[in-house]
Each structure stands twice: as structure tokens, then as C-alpha cells.
């Protein structure tokens, strides 16, 4: 009874640590980061960004939509395409080590903030609506590499100070409305665009500190003293003193969370210690009391009460090792989940005599008792899933390093995809799927399952999964050809290779890869997410597989589903009738489909800001240039050089015709499109103009 209490005790003293600790110690993400994020995510208008949430949360340990970390603080911000509005705030100086933040090709508005964090390496902006001019405080962000600026409303002259910044590489500031002429300093950085402004040609020599004119953003100033200019050291003290107070203020916050921390945690001991004594002072006090019942029942030898009395002793005695023996014997895999019986009997005669020679009786073997055990086993995984290689979390850290940036392929609307190495020298990808989609664990070994079962030529393999400690990870096989989009779009001599008669087999594999899903599995599979960056190639350009089949489920979930509207919307590959109502069929497959098409036919993206406002659209601009053969000679990718049959250019730009027509029912089924484009398909060298060029496939 005593230790019962001390367990009773023990239990409860767990129970208050756990209650007051945990809410203190939960916390993964730096405080000062997620008070930034948080007033980030309000300047953008709380955007459904899965995981993103207008005060506290975990970023890091919830795995926030696009946001990557070092340890407790957050690295990276990455979220292209999402059609984000509202403006960034004034807040992004809070970031305490902040390298990334991409958010281009968004709807994005206001003036980029004059306090951006020092630790800031690679700003990308690109294809917003940011208006006013560039901020001199961009001039003590000393680790700036890389800023992309273009395709948004941005005005004024260049800023002299950026030429101070050494480690600035890269600056793209096409397709704005800056004025005046260009610092000579600033054409020396290697890679620098402006292109699309209306600059003057000549360079313009760095001005003295004393004339230099005031920054359009910071109001009305003073009369300037002889030796100091409007932008001097009492602005700079100025901010100084203010991002001094800043820093105070957090520390004094950190400083009173952690003495509130140290004085619960404290207290939360104090109390443990004083019920562990009340504890063992109640279990001695009982221990005391029962002794003279356990002194009788050993000195039964000498002065037995009666046969009988032994006999129940005896029995009792008996019976707690045997029902022991029960619980603890190891059952075999065909046993987990029944209920088996087992009788006091079976222990051996001898035995049992043995135990009632200590009691000095010899009586006859009690009645068999049965014993009913109920085997308490985890939650198992049903019987009919076949599932493929199981791989633990900590080997897949193992084989990523630990995720490092340097592995990471890239980042969707499902999260992130790693290349790991197996000890072997094999390599694999690794989906890391966000946290913030809901989903328990037999849901996604269902979803496991079913993916496992998608076998074809044309389609990524899955090879193994890994459900721990509150991930969910998908491993697939490797290509390492890259994506059809970064082929197509990356505008080096990799788009040479892809000639018109390679343009035509990659179409084929990827219509057979729509065929599979649609018209062999059953029931049908939706992919939800047919787009040129979910097509991969192997190293020689010469086959494509589909990537992201099966995952229709996980797209379709709540705020998944509204941020995948928004980004097929924004990207151009979302059929009329899913972008109008939000419904998605078999025939929207089709329709992104065409539009891949139409990236192999003309070399554009499917959504470009940066083209003229009725050519961004590709696939509502070229359906008026499909069915003249004059116009569709125009649209052909420029790469080609001209290099293509005009029959076969004729029938390829029928088929794109018959994908994206606005009504779904007038939309073909895939293995009609297969057909066509197995018709098209070579079979000797072609001749004539093409002959020359296309003999290298």
C-alpha cells in the first residue's frame, strides 16, 4: 500500500512540473523573430499562408510555409508566386540573423522599408508593385550580395551610397521608372540589369559629402551646418539611440521571461521535494502499522491457524508470479491483438509442492484459475497496406545533413524537397511535408500506400516514407536532370538542347504520365498540380517523369487548397472553371497540361509580369495566334531558329488548341493527346529544312 502511494505521489509531482515547465519551455523560435514574422504576416494582410499566424506560433518547430531556420532563428523567407498583398512594415529590422527573403512574383505595394536587418544577404522583390525610390539605409546592410528589384513601380534616382557596398554581386532594377543617370561605381558590379528605365546613358561621378541631397525618405530637414550634410551624424545618432532603446526593451523582456521561468521552475521544486517527504513519511507510517499482520503470516511454520487459511495463502502467494509470468511473456507477432488464457495449473507439481513445504502443509493443488490478459500494445498499422522502405529520421538527417541548405532542391506549396546520399553513394529525394497540414498518421500511411502503387516509366517513384516524432517525409528517386521549367526558363545553353523533335518526345512523356493517372489507375488519380517544375528529366534530357502524383489529397485540405488556388491562378496554369469555382477535374489536369505545351512550343513562362500586360498571360494570349500559321511561326521559342517542320508545328499547336479550351467538355482525354503526338513522333530523319538539325536526336 505504501508504495502504491508513492507511486500515487510520484505521479502527481510529474504531473505539476509538466503543467507549470512545458508552457515556459516549448518555445523553439527566437522571441525577437517571431514578434517579426508575426508583423510581417500583418503587413501582408494575413495572407492564408499555411502555418502563419498573426501572433506567437513556432515557425521553426511548426515548419511555417516557406520559412527555413539555423537553430532557433529563422535564415530564410521564401514565398514566390503566392499573390501576396499589403505592404512589408517596419518590423523587418527585428530579424536577429534573417539571410533570405524572396518574395517575388506577388502583388506586394508600399515603399521598401528604410530598416531592413544587417544580416541580410539576398533580397529578391522582383514583380511587385513597390513604388517610391531605392532607401540609402540599404548602404549599411554590409553582407548584401544579390538584390532583384525589377518589374515593380519604383522611381527617383539611383542611390550613390549603394556603390559603398562591396559585397553587392548581383542588382537587377529592370522595368522600373528610375530617373537620371547611373553611378559610375555601380557598373562595375558584375552582374547588374537595368534595362526597361528611363536612364541617361552616361555615368555619373560620385558626389561630395557636402552637396549630396537629402533621401526623399526622410521629410523635411534642417539647414545644413559647414561640414555636415542633411544625411550626417545626427540622423545616424539619431537611429542609433533608437535601435539602442529597441535592443533594451527585448532584452529587459528576455531578462523578466527568464527570471519568471527560474522563479516557477524553482517553486515547482520546492513543492516536489515537500510532497516526496510527506510521501515517504505516510509510506513509513503504513509500514509500521501492517507489521504485526506480516509477523503472523511468517510465523505460520510454528503455530498453524488451520489448512484452510494456508491453502488461501498459499494460493495467493502462488498466483502473483504466475500472473506476472503472463503479462511479461514476450507474444509473437500473430498474437498482438487477441486475448489469451492461461491456467495456474500448467506450473510444474514439484514447484508448487516446494512453495507449500514452506508453509509447512502439504495440501492438495488448488482449483486451476484462469487468467484473462489483455495485451496493451501501440496503435499498429492496418494489415492491408502495402508499404514501401521505412526510413527513421535520424537516418534521413544522416543522409541529408541534417537538411542543409546546400541539399535543399527546392521549396512548393506542400514544403520542402531535400537530395540525400545513402552510404552506397545512392541518391534520393526527400519531401519534407509541412506541419501545418493536417493530417494523422494513418491518413498519411494510407496516402502512402496509395502512392506506392503508382508505377510507370513516366512517373517519380516512391521508395520509402518515414512517420517520427511528428514528421511525415516522402523519399522518392532521384532525377537529376533538373525541372523542365529551369530548363526551358534558365536561359543558358541548356535550352539548346532541347530540340523540336526533343520538345515532342518530353510532351509525349508527360501526356503518358496523365494517361496512367487518368484512364489505368482506378479509381482515377488527379494530380491537382500538373505544372513544367513538377516534371523532372533524367541527365540526358531524354525522359520526363511527373512528380507529385498521389498528392491530390494533402492539396485539397483546407488552407493548402486556397494558397494552391491563388498560385495555379498566379502562375497561369489553372483552368477557367477552378479558378471560377474552386472545382477540379480530370479536365483541369488537361487544361495545365496545354499549358506545358505551349512552354515547349514558345519558350515562355506561363506567367510572366515582366511582358508587355496582354502577352503575361501565355495561355490567353497565344489562343489567338494558334490557328495562323503565320502568327504561330512568331510564337515558336526563339532557341529553335527556326529548325522545325511547319506540318509537325501546325499539328502540336492543334493539340495545345484542343487542351485549353475554357469549356472542360470540349477538353480531349489523354490518350487521344498520346495518340496524336505518337503520329508526330519520327521515324526516319526528316527532310528538307529540319533534316540538318534534327538528326541529332
Known amino acids: 500500500m505504501g ?88 518590423q523587418l529590422m527585428n530579424f536577429s540573423s534573417i539571410e533570405t527573403i524572396d518574395l517575388s512574383n506577388n502583388q506586394i505595394g508600399g515603399s521598401i522599408p528604410n530598416n531592413l536587418p544587417t544580416t541580410i544577404k539576398t533580397f529578391f522583390l522582383s514583380a511587385n508593385q513597390f513604388t517610391g525610390s531605392i532607401p540609402d539605409s540599404l548602404s549599411t546592410l554590409t553582407l548584401l550580395s544579390a538584390i532583384d528589384l525589377s518589374s515593380n513601380n519604383l522611381s527617383g534616382q539611383l542611390p550613390h551610397s549603394l556603390q559603398s557596398l562591396s559585397a553587392l554581386t548581383t542588382l537587377n532594377i529592370e522595368n522600373n521608372l528610375f530617373l537620371g543617370p547611373v553611378p559610375e561605381k555601380m557598373l562595375s558590379i558584375p552582374n547588374f540589369k537595368r534595362d526597361g528605365n528611363p536612364l541617361n546613358t552616361t555615368a555619373a561621378s560620385s558626389p561630395s559629402p557636402l552637396t549630396s541631397p537629402p533621401s526623399s525618405s526622410e521629410g523635411p530637414t534642417a539647414p545644413a551646418t559647414p561640414g555636415k550634410s542633411a544625411n550626417g551624424p545626427s540622423s545616424q545618432d539619431g537611429s542609433q539611440s533608437k535601435r539602442s532603446r529597441k535592443s533594451r526593451k527585448t532584452i529587459l523582456i528576455v531578462a523578466f521571461v527568464a527570471i519568471g521561468v527560474i522563479v516557477c521552475i ?17 509510506s513509513k507510517l503504513e509500514s509500521t502499522t501492517m507489521r504485526p499482520e506480516t509477523g503472523g503470516y511468517k510465523g505460520t511454520k510454528e503455530k498453524p491457524k488451520g489448512n484452510n487459511s494456508l491453502i488461501e495463502h498459499t494460493a495467493e502467494a502462488n498466483k502473483v508470479p504466475v500472473s506476472q509470468e503472463v503479462v511479461q511473456k514476450p507474444m509473437k507477432e500473430s498474437q498482438i491483438d487477441t486475448v489469451r488464457t492461461e491456467n495456474v495449473s500448467q506450473k510444474p507439481s514439484e514447484q508448487l509442492e516446494m512453495d507449500m513445504a514452506r508453509v509447512g502443509v502439504i495440501a492438495p493443488t488448488p482449483p486451476a484459475e484462469k487468467v484473462t490478459v489483455n495485451a496493451i ?34 521549396v512548393g506549396m506542400l514544403g520542402s524537397v531535400y537530395r540525400a546520399e545513402l552510404p552506397d553513394g545512392q541518391l534520393l529525394a526527400v519531401k519534407k511535408l509541412d506541419s501545418s497540414v493536417p493530417r494523422d498518421d494513418e491518413s498519411f500511411l494510407n496516402l502512402v500506400s496509395s502512392i506506392s502503387k503508382l508505377q510507370h516509366a513516366n512517373v517519380v517513384k516512391l521508395v520509402g516514407y518515414c512517420v517520427e516524432h511528428k514528421q511525415q517525409l516522402l523519399v522518392y528517386e532521384y532525377c537529376g536532370g533538373g525541372t523542365l521549367n529551369d530548363i526551358l526558363h534558365s536561359g543558358d545553353e541548356l535550352n539548346q538542347k532541347l530540340t523540336w523533335n526533343a520538345r515532342i518526345r518530353l510532351a509525349l512523356g508527360a501526356a503518358r504520365a496523365l494517361e496512367y493517372l487518368h484512364e489505368v489507375c482506378q479509381p482515377p488519380v488527379v494530380h491537382r498540380n500538373f505544372k513544367s517544375a513538377n516534371l523532372l528529366l533524367d541527365n540526358e534530357l531524354l525522359a520526363v517523369r511527373a512528380s507529385d502524383c498521389g498528392l491530390a489529397p494533402l492539396i485539397s485540405s483546407g488552407s493548402v487548397r486556397q494558397l494552391s488556388g491563388n498560385i495555379l491562378s498566379s502562375l497561369g496554369y489553372g483552368a477557367p472553371e477552378f479558378i471560377q469555382s474552386g472545382a477540379y477535374t480530370l479536365k483541369s489536369d488537361v487544361y495545365s497540361y496545354g499549358v506545358v505545351m505551349l512552354e515547349l512550343l514558345t519558350g515562355r513562362k506561363s506567367h510572366d509580369s515582366s511582358r508587355p500586360r496582354g502577352e503575361q498571360h501565355l495561355a490567353r494570349w497565344a489562343t489567338n495566334h494558334l490557328h495562323d500559321i503565320a502568327s504561330l511561326s512568331r510564337m515558336v521559342d526563339p532557341s529553335l531558329n527556326g529548325r522545325y517542320p511547319e506540318k509537325s508545328l501546325s499539328q502540336f499547336a492543334d493539340i495545345i488548341s484542343t487542351c485549353i479550351q475554357s469549356e472542360p467538355e470540349f477538353r480531349p482525354p489523354m490518350s487521344d493527346i498520346v495518340q496524336n503526338l505518337l503520329r508526330m513522333m519520327p521515324r526516319e530523319p526528316i527532310s528538307g529544312r529540319s533534316n540538318r538539325n534534327s538528326s541529332s536526336n
Not at 496503435?379 to 542543409?404: C, H, I, K, W
Open 266 to 282: 524553482v517553486g515547482v521544486l520546492l513543492v516536489a521535494m515537500l510532497l516526496i517527504r510527506c510521501c515517504e513519511k505516510q
Open 377 to 410: 500494445v501501440p496503435a499498429e498499422l492496418p494489415r492491408d497496406l502495402s508499404l514501401p522502405t521505412s526510413f527513421t529520421v535520424g537516418s534521413l538527417q544522416q543522409y541529408t545533413n541534417s537538411f542543409a541548405s546546400e541539399n535543399l532542391i527546392g
Open 3 to 90: 508504495k502504491e502511494n508513492s507511486k500515487l505521489c510520484a505521479l502527481f509531482v510529474m504531473c505539476l512540473m509538466v503543467i507549470f515547465v512545458v508552457p515556459f519551455s516549448h518555445g523553439l523560435t527566437n522571441g525577437q523573430d517571431v514578434y517579426a514574422i508575426n508583423s510581417l504576416y500583418i503587413a501582408l494582410g494575413s495572407p492564408p499562408l499555411p502555418g502563419w499566424v498573426s501572433t506567437g506560433g513556432d515557425p521553426c518547430a511548426q515548419g511555417w510555409q516557406g520559412v527555413q531556420c539555423v537553430g532557433s532563428n529563422i535564415s530564410t523567407i521564401v514565398i514566390n508566386g503566392a499573390n501576396l498583398g499589403g505592404q512589408l512594415g517596419d
